[in-house]
Every structure is written in structure tokens, then in C-alpha cells.
């Protein structure tokens, strides 16, 4: 099975690799003008080999705030966004003349989440992407950090990759950082094991995963690099994790790091996002009817089978649905705004409408704005 998950990496003809902050600029911020000549020269190569190649790459933050004088990474989000609109147009000249030394030409794509969740947003950065992939030109690809603010994130590079590679269709999603790949302990420590593959979240159930790394310049760790990885080969795509150092091998054979089996087939890279990249912004309490229907049956959740409504949230919002042991075993979209909900539960939406009028005549999430999390008993 390895075997054949490293070919599939070292073969796929359209790759989405991910590049982070710390393998691309200086400790303590600053473009590290080796390594991205270095990094370029291996997917120039790749590409040479008649593949396609989409860049994910972070750096903007960490190439920009040295700039304003700061000599950390800022904490605040308007800080965050004045360094990312200061670095990201340092990152993207520095990428242009470096694949233009090897006769490419870039593309930049900046997007948010709802570029790539929201069906109509959705369809144009694909079209967008995809074009520029027929016309020869490499997209590379950030997190729009001048706009995004917590509500409309990502989360980090390493998921939007990983939806990105969903986007545009990819056969093999490479994650690079400043680590060989998946341990089973910190490896900073010594005695820890390379785990070479991992077949599904079975392999992954009794390891300790850690967070950002030494270098303080980054927003993701191991721990958003595994979620990427789950995220895409949940989705049928295979994915390959090591060390930027270690790129060439990773670009031409796969035959280093951290190799990831896809685990299930293509699904919507909106319900990606939902089950992936984002956290309830509140909690409905199902009775166990109702937790039956949504876990076995495929059903919508309405009125009638909530027991109790926790925290506050707009229509829209993604939000967690419990069972009766407090277990999260979905997380949908909601209909309604918190407010609104006491007042409907238990009762049925045929008697809601003609109490209230027919827009109460709706299920409270939809089937197809829900999706199983892990425990639940169809997820696994």
C-alpha cells in the first residue's frame, strides 16, 4: 500500500504543494532568498516533467512585519494584516523572478474561506485556477491576510491547501515544513520513530501531536499539517508530508517523509470545511430520536427533535448537534438565529407554519448543510 501511495504522489500529473513560513523566510522573519530558489528549482523540475503545480505558500506575515520594525510575530489582528500587505507583495516579486529564472510565470491568488465554501465564490476561484493552469502559469496560492479576519479564515495554509487541492482537482497534495515528516514522539527530543505511512485515523489514534514549531514565525504546527492530511485524503487525495530540505525527493520519487492513503472519494469541498476547518458556534441538544435519524438515517434536523439550544449564534453559523451523553456527532449549518429557537422546539414545523407563517416551515439544519464527525456511528 505504501508502495503504491508514493507512486500515485510521484506520478499525479496536477500536485498542490503546501510551503510554510518557517522553510521560507529567516528566524525571526525575512525572506530567506536560498531556500525559495531552492524550492522553485524542484517544482520548475517537476513541472518540467510536462506536470502542473499549484503553490500553497505562507511567508506574507513573516516577510513583512521585519519591515515595520517589529522583530516578532505580531499578535494582533490589524498588525497581522498590515504585515501581511506589506510581505505579500515582497513574497510574490521574490517567487516571480525566481520562476522566471527558470522561464515560468506566476499567478497570485489570494482567498478567504468563503472563496472556497461558498458555491458562487467556489466556482470562480476554480475557473480562475484552472485557467491559469492551462495557460502554463503556476498559481500560487495564500490566505487573504489583509481582509481575513477570524470569522472568515482558513484557519491556516495547511488547510487551505488541502482544500485547494479539492478546488482544482489535484492527485497528490505535498506538505512541506521544517520537519522529516510524522513522529511518534517530538523528535526534537530523541528516540522518536518516523512513521512512514498512514493508512487511515486508526494509525494516528495514540499519537501526541505537537504545535507551532521552534521558529515563532508560523501560524500552523504538526498538528494542522495532520488535519490538512486527513482533510485530503478524506477526499481521495494522497498526500505525502516532509521537510522543505527535502523537497527534490519528495518532488521526483515521494520516496521520503510521511505518506498518507486516501481514506474515502470526492465530496464537497464546502462539507470539507464545515467538518475540517471550522469549530460550532454553538451546541443543539438532540433527543435520541432525533440523534438516530441524523446519524443513521441521513435526515435533516428539525424542531421537533431539539431539547435545548447552548450559546449564541446567526443564521448560517456552523453549530454542533449533541446527543443525549453530550457527544458531538454533527456539525451543521443553522437555519435560524439563536433567539428564535427556544420558542419552536418540540413542536412540528407543519404546526410552526400555521402558527407563524410558512418561512417557519423549515428544517432547523438541512441534510445536505450537515455533516458527521468522528464517534458518530455512520462516520466511522
Known amino acids: 500500500m505504501t508502495t503504491e501511495v508514493r507512486s500515485a504522489i510521484a506520478e499525479a500529473m496536477r500536485i498542490v504543494v503546501k510551503v510554510g513560513s518557517s522553510s521560507l523566510t529567516l528566524r525571526g522573519g525575512g525572506i530567506d532568498d536560498e531556500a525559495i530558489s531552492a524550492l522553485v528549482a524542484q517544482l520548475a523540475a517537476r513541472r518540467a516533467r510536462g506536470h502542473q503545480v499549484v503553490l500553497v505558500s505562507s511567508g506574507s506575515i513573516a516577510t513583512g512585519f521585519p519591515v515595520l520594525g517589529l522583530t516578532q510575530r505580531p499578535r494582533d489582528l490589524a498588525t497581522q494584516q498590515a504585515s501581511a500587505s506589506v510581505g505579500q507583495g515582497m513574497l510574490i516579486a521574490r517567487y516571480t523572478s525566481a520562476f522566471a529564472e527558470h522561464g515560468l510565470t506566476v499567478g497570485q491568488v489570494l482567498l478567504t474561506a468563503d472563496d472556497v465554501t461558498r458555491r ?4 470562480n476561484a476554480q475557473r480562475t485556477l484552472f485557467r491559469l493552469l492551462e495557460l502554463g502559469v503556476v498559481p500560487i496560492v495564500n490566505e487573504n491576510d489583509t481582509v481575513a479576519t477570524n470569522e472568515i479564515r482558513v484557519g491556516d495554509n495547511d488547510r487551505l491547501a488541502a482544500l485547494v487541492a479539492h ?11 521544517d520537519v522529516d515528516g510524522l513522529y511518534d514522539g517530538p523528535p526534537s527530543k530523541g528516540g522518536a520513530t518516523l512513521i512512514t505511512s498512514v493508512a487511515s ?8 501531536i505537537g504545535g507551532t514549531g521552534e521558529a515563532g514565525v508560523g501560524l500552523g504546527g504538526m498538528s494542522s499539517k495532520v488535519e490538512a492530511a486527513r482533510i485530503a485524503s478524506s477526499a481521495g487525495i494522497p498526500v505525502l508530508l516532509t521537510s522543505a530540505s527535502r523537497a527534490a525527493q519528495a518532488l521526483a520519487t515521494a520516496d521520503v517523509g510521511t505518506a498518507f492513503a486516501p481514506t474515502g472519494s470526492r465530496t464537497s469541498t464546502r462539507l470539507l470545511w ?5 469549530t460550532g458556534n454553538g451546541r443543539l441538544h438532540l433527543d435520541a430520536g432525533a440523534a438516530l435519524a441524523i446519524t443513521r438515517r441521513g435526515s435533516s434536523l428539525l424542531p421537533a427533535g431539539i431539547t435545548s439550544v447552548e450559546g449564541i449564534f446567526a443564521a448560517g453559523d456552523p453549530v454542533d448537534l449533541v446527543d443525549d451523553t453530550g457527544r458531538a456527532v454533527a456539525r451543521g449549518l443553522v437555519n435560524f438565529d439563536s433567539p428564535e429557537l427556544p420558542g419552536l422546539l418540540g413542536r412540528s414545523t407543519k404546526e410552526l407554519a400555521k402558527e407563524l407563517g410558512p418561512a ?10 450537515l455533516v458527521l464527525l468522528r464517534g458518530s456511528a455512520s462516520a466511522r
Open 167 to 177: 478546488v482544482v482537482q489535484a492527485q497528490a497534495l505535498i506538505l512541506l515544513s
Open 120 to 123: 458562487a465564490h467556489y466556482r
Open 360 to 369: 417557519y416551515e423549515r428544517e432547523v439544519v438541512h441534510r445536505d448543510d
Open 201 to 208: 485515523d486508526d494509525d494516528l489514534r495514540d499519537l501526541t
Open 274 to 278: 464545515l467538518k475540517h476547518a471550522t
